[in-house]
């Protein structure tokens, strides 16, 4: 604890939209408490967005891909008010060659904290197989993918799963995730994301109502 506290006081957490210090995104650039977007996503279940992928939360998204730790743990607070009480939830994996490079799986971390603050617990359970296999396609190639994951041997999956994800573009990932949890005998009720692309996002709705 110490150490994380050291880590604190020299390198403070700061804005991701603001460059403001005290947290890794403030309320002002993006409020807590705000209205979701039901994503209209191929992924066939519910997807709820805490909002659009645009402005200040996708300067906090990418800053997350960088590594930013404080940013993880202030988008998931924002995301834990989107889910139920003690869920179960499953991120989506990063390559595993992206997080060495970037130190942390940002879905990850804000899962696991996620879960903490909601009761609940997280299971990184899915291994991501094919790379970056949607990083610059079309969203038709997007959709055209299929089999990029799948569950490791060998761990427990609860039977009722939500997933877990930073932007839903088209949907693709969110569906083949939910493919390879089916097959490994899992429902898999739902999925909430940070963002959701202006492509992908359907309608505003009250906050907790997607």
Known sequence: MWIRAAIDLLFPAQC??????GAGLCAACVPEICHALNADADAGIPVCAFGAYDGALRRAILALKDGRRDVAEALARRLATLLEPNAALVPVPTTAARGRVRGLDGVAEIATIAAKLTGGESYPVLLQQAGDAQRGRSRRE???????????SGVHIPPSVVLIDDVCTTGATLRDCRAALENAGAHVSGAVVVAAAKTGAACLQHQNSC
């Open 16 to 21: 991701a939209g603001c460059d403001a210090i």
């Open 142 to 152: 997007r959709l055209a993918t299929r089999e990029r994951f799948a569950c490791r």
